[in-house]
């Protein structure tokens, strides 16, 4: 590219089609006046903004405003495409420069053309008097010129920005085409991969479902045994308690038993009461049976007596404790 910015390029093309029409507007005026010898009083005006104009584009095509223009960056080699598109912007801009180049000499001519019409009023009676058919058909030569060189330098950018814009959107389809495609291969891609992904994820989940059946089943296994393990160790242990425990009772009362045969109350009782003997013991044997028969009822009155006695205190008894 030669360096002009996108807007600096848009000006300049902006200021050639204005030099063009206005030039075009002028070369039609000064051929009125060449005819009909009337001057427009507009002309100068148009001259002015003719010359202001072309100052303009002269200013934008100096080398302060193309070096003061920000530098392109440099193209990557494999870039053909940007490299033909920066090939084509700088050919663009070399064809402004040139027709801003014609169109500023045009403007020239023109100034000196209305210069000369504008001239003082005697001058230019002088000039309508002596004015002959060759100088006539100069002058209205050299405005054909110039309105064919604007003419053609108009038509030539119209020309260009015709194709300019007719590039722009060849270009436009065909990145919007390379867009369809590339969307079209990204949903293809997107479509393919997601049902792979979808594949990928029903496979992993049943990869961990099936994983955690084995590892849960293993552990509640594990925990299974460990618990068997514990319940049979814990009713080991309630037995062999129970058991010692039966052990100890029987122990105990083996050991009771024995201590009660070591004890013999019913000996110690005999030991421990011994009564007084009767007073008459041993006297039977002495004596003869008459004395027996007597002392035999002697004895059962005694008995008697005795069995009244103690049934008279029992059934006292009773008495007693009531009283008491």
């Known amino acids: 590219m030669s ?12 200021n050639i089609f204005q030099i063009v029409g206005t030039g075009r507007e002028i070369i039609r005026v000064a051929r009125q006046v060449y005819q009909d010898g009337v001057l427009d009083p507009a002309l100068a005006d148009r001259a002015e903004e003719l010359k202001a104009l ?3 584009t002269r200013d934008v095509l100096s080398p302060a405003a193309v070096a003061a223009a920000p530098a392109v960056p440099s193209v990557p080699a494999s870039a053909a495409p940007l490299v033909a598109t920066v090939t084509k912007a700088k050919a663009r801009d070399k064809q402004l420069a040139d027709l801003a180049e014609k169109c500023q000499g045009a403007a020239r001519d023109l100034q000196r053309e209305v210069n000369l019409l504008n001239c003082p009023p005697a001058r230019a009676q002088l000039a309508a008097t002596l004015k002959t058919t060759v100088k006539m058909t100069w002058r209205k030569r050299r405005l054909n010129r110039l309105d064919q060189r604007l003419a053609e330098a108009e038509q030539t950018l119209q020309t260009g920005l015709m194709t300019a814009i007719f590039e722009s959107s060849a270009r436009a389809e065909t990145d919007s085409s390379r867009l369809r495609d590339n969307i079209r291969t990204f949903i293809s891609d997107y479509q393919t991969n997601k049902q792979k992904a979808i594949d990928d994820i029903k496979k992993h989940v049943s990869d961990q479902a099936e994983l955690s059946n084995i590892t849960i089943t293993s552990h509640v296994d594990r925990i299974a045994a460990r618990l068997d393990q514990s319940a049979d160790k814990w009713s080991d242990t309630v037995l062999q308690s129970a058991a010692s425990r039966e052990d100890e009772a029987k122990l105990a009362a083996s050991r009771d038993r024995l201590l009660r045969c070591f004890k ?4 110690n009782e005999c030991r421990n009461q011994v009564r007084d003997s009767h007073p008459e013991t041993f006297t039977w044997v002495l004596k003869d049976d008459a004395d027996d028969e007597s002392e035999t009822l002697l004895d059962q009155r005694k008995a008697r007596i005795g069995q009244n006695g103690s049934h008279e205190v029992s059934s006292n008894q009773p008495e007693d404790s009531t009283i008491s």
Do not use: T
Not at 264 to 267: E, I, S, T, V
């Open 3 to 14: 360096g002009l910015e996108p807007l600096a390029g848009l000006s300049l093309a902006c």
């Open 54 to 56: 072309s100052d303009r």
């Open 264 to 267: 013999f109350n019913d000996l």
